[in-house]
């Protein structure tokens, strides 16, 4: 990491894989956390957290505490996913990968931006929660975005969501 800061990359990006030797980082939050006692100038991203294998209630904790952790380096990269053996061994279906990311981004959203959000308790009824956490950059940290989706791509066009886009964006 800082061997990249000294030549002058402005962002590491840390990517998020399961059960595969694609990429050995699990939890792209948790390596940009660790990072930061490694850097002190370069923004770490995640590329991508993939949202639909996550509890939204806990994501968005984790979020603006990595935010604060880097001092506001924190580059937020989102994504539904698409490796159906991944969504299979968490139990997910992956065909709903883009419902969920749109409705865990409602929740995450409304959380780190007003402080509360509405879930559904274990016994189906709506549970206020106050989030006294939020991220230190305003309102959110710099979003970006895997998907081809206009849907999901118009969703996060109102917060200027960058939209990544990969070898395979063609299909």
Known sequence: MSLAEEIGFSTAWFA???????S????PLLMAAH???YSRRIRLGTAVVVLPLYE???LAQEIALVDRLLEGRLVLGIGSG????EFERYRQDVSQ??????????FI???????????DSWQGEQVETD?????????????????????VLKRFAHLGATPFMTAGWRG
């Not at 998020?16 to 694609?22: D, G, P, V």
């Not at 959203?109 to 879930?119: P, Q």
């Not at 305003?138 to 989706?149: D, E, G, N």
């Open 16 to 22: 998020e894989h399961h059960f595969t030797n694609y």
């Open 131 to 151: 989030f006294l956490l939020t991220p230190l950059q305003s309102p959110l940290p710099p979003l970006y975005l895997t998907t081809t989706q206009p849907q």
């Open 97 to 106: 990968r883009n419902v969920l990311l749109l409705s865990h981004w409602d």
């Open 109 to 119: 959203e409304r959380a780190l931006t007003d402080g509360h959000a509405a879930a």
């Open 35 to 37: 990072m930061a006692g």
């Open 56 to 58: 939204p209630m806990r």
């Open 24 to 27: 050995i980082s699990v939890s």
């Open 82 to 85: 698409y490796q159906a053996y």
